[in-house]
């Protein structure tokens, strides 16, 4: 039932829920990760690793990224997504904080037009 319930909150639209993507985002990648977060100004504050997941899985993030810790995430079309937290840029061309993957994960082409994503 958790997960339903947490299915419907990811079931919203376009902005908004990339933005709860986003959000978790910090938090899946360091709960997957296996380490602790070393970059403490890249956490995100009510990060929901949980609910992240579910919209992982919801938005289709895996069938291009590899994300360790989602098992439907195994996509070799975009880079793998291990060690994000560790990583000083998005896209190679912002820095990784959490106000610039938000943007990314909402517009990314206006970070990187023509890009893929």
């Not at 296996?34 to 890249?42: I, Q």
């Amino acid at each position: 039932m958790r997960i339903l319930g947490a299915l419907a909150d990811v079931r919203l639209s376009g902005r908004r829920a990339m933005t709860v993507v986003a959000l978790s985002f910090s938090s899946i990648v360091a709960a997957c990760g296996g380490s602790a977060v070393p970059f403490a100004d890249r956490v995100v504050e009510n990060g929901d690793p949980a609910r992240g997941r579910v919209a992982i899985e919801a938005y289709g993030c895996g069938s291009c990224h590899l994300i360790p810790g989602v098992r439907t995430a195994n996509g070799m079309v975009g880079p793998p997504l291990e060690h994000w937290s560790e990583r000083r840029m998005i896209a190679g061309e912002v820095p990784n904080d959490p106000a610039q993957l938000i943007t990314w994960l909402t517009v990314p082409q206006s970070i990187r037009p023509g890009g893929a994503m």
